[in-house]
Nanobody, 124 residues
Framework: QVQLVESGGGLVQSGGSLRLSCAAS????????MGWHRQAPGKERELVAK??????TTYVDSVKGRFTVSKDTKNTLYLRMSSLRPEDTAVYYC???????????????????WGQGTQVTVSS
C-alpha cells in the first residue's frame, strides 16, 4: 500500500503565502502523476495543480501565476501558494497514481492514493 501525508496548512491573511508538502511512503515501485485537489465547504472537490512523471505541470485557471507545484526525487509533492485569497480557503488533498509490488507475494498493484487533507484558511 501507498500512504500520503500532507503538511503545511494553516491560517494566513489575504495576500500571504503557504507551502504544502505531501510525502509518499509504502511499497512504491513508481509514482506517475501527482496532484493537489481542494474542497471548499459546499463545493465539489477540484483539481488545483498537477505534475506528471515527466515534470509537466498544469493548473486550474484561478491559481495560475500564484501557485507552483513541484515534486522532488523522493516522491514528495509541494504546492507553493502565494497571493492567497479568501476564495482559496479549502481542505487541500494530495493524490498520486502509483504502481507498487507486494513484498509478500510479489503482486503488482496500480492505484491512486489520497492524503488525509490539510486545511488552508485565508482571512480577508
Amino acid at each position: 500500500q501507498v500512504q500520503l501525508v500532507e503538511s503545511g496548512g494553516g491560517l494566513v491573511q489575504s495576500g500571504g503565502s503557504l507551502r504544502l508538502s505531501c510525502a509518499a511512503s509504502g511499497d512504491i515501485f513508481s509514482i506517475n502523476d501527482m496532484g493537489w485537489h481542494r474542497q471548499a465547504p459546499g463545493k465539489e472537490r477540484e483539481l488545483v495543480a498537477k505534475v506528471t512523471s515527466g515534470g509537466i505541470t498544469t493548473y486550474v485557471d484561478s491559481v495560475k501565476g500564484r501557485f507552483t507545484v513541484s515534486k522532488d526525487t523522493k516522491n514528495t509533492l509541494y504546492l507553493r501558494m502565494s497571493s492567497l485569497r479568501p476564495e482559496d480557503t479549502a481542505v487541500y488533498y494530495c493524490e498520486a497514481d502509483y504502481r507498487s509490488r507486494s513484498p509478500v507475494d510479489g503482486t503488482w498493484t496500480v492505484g491512486r492514493a489520497w492524503g488525509q487533507g490539510t486545511q488552508v484558511t485565508v482571512s480577508s
